[in-house]
């Protein structure tokens, strides 16, 4: 029973977490867009690749969310090793995109230091 009922509610919240993951990107993707804009106009420059990358990051751990939960439903070894690359692929850009997070950060403070007399 518990498992009949697994089977039907998992599908809807993967999908959900899929969607979120979807928005996110959209949102920061198109927010990132505007920022890069309104910088070429007023001729100040802005950080916009930390705020994207921010995003990226985000909408990946929705991505792992959905994958994870897909790890429920698997009934035999071919889709789990799938799920299980795909899983690791994720894992991976979460950290590159991390890695490069924090290099901007350092970036930007160096800037910072530079600039104060």
């Known amino acids: 029973m ?4 697994i089977e ?10 899929e969607l979120m993951g979807i928005f996110v990107v959209a949102v920061t993707a198109l927010r990132a867009f505007w920022l890069y804009c ?3 106009v007023s001729r100040r420059p802005r950080n916009i ?12 751990e929705f991505k792992m969310a959905a994958e994870i939960l897909k790890t ?6 071919n ?11 994720r894992a991976l850009l979460s ?3 991390h890695i490069e997070m924090k290099g901007e950060h350092r970036a930007a403070q ?3 230091d530079k600039e104060e007399p």
């Open 79 to 89: 889709e789990l090793m799938v799920l299980g690359a795909v899983i690791l692929l």
């Open 110 to 112: 160096g800037n910072e």
């Open 95 to 97: 950290l590159l995109i």
């Open 2 to 5: 518990l498992e009949r009922l």
């Open 72 to 77: 429920v439903l698997v009934r035999d070894l």
């Open 8 to 17: 039907q509610c998992l599908p809807t919240i993967i999908s959900a977490c």
């Open 49 to 60: 690749k930390f705020y994207l990358a921010d995003g990226l990051a985000t909408s990946l």
């Open 38 to 40: 309104a910088g070429l």
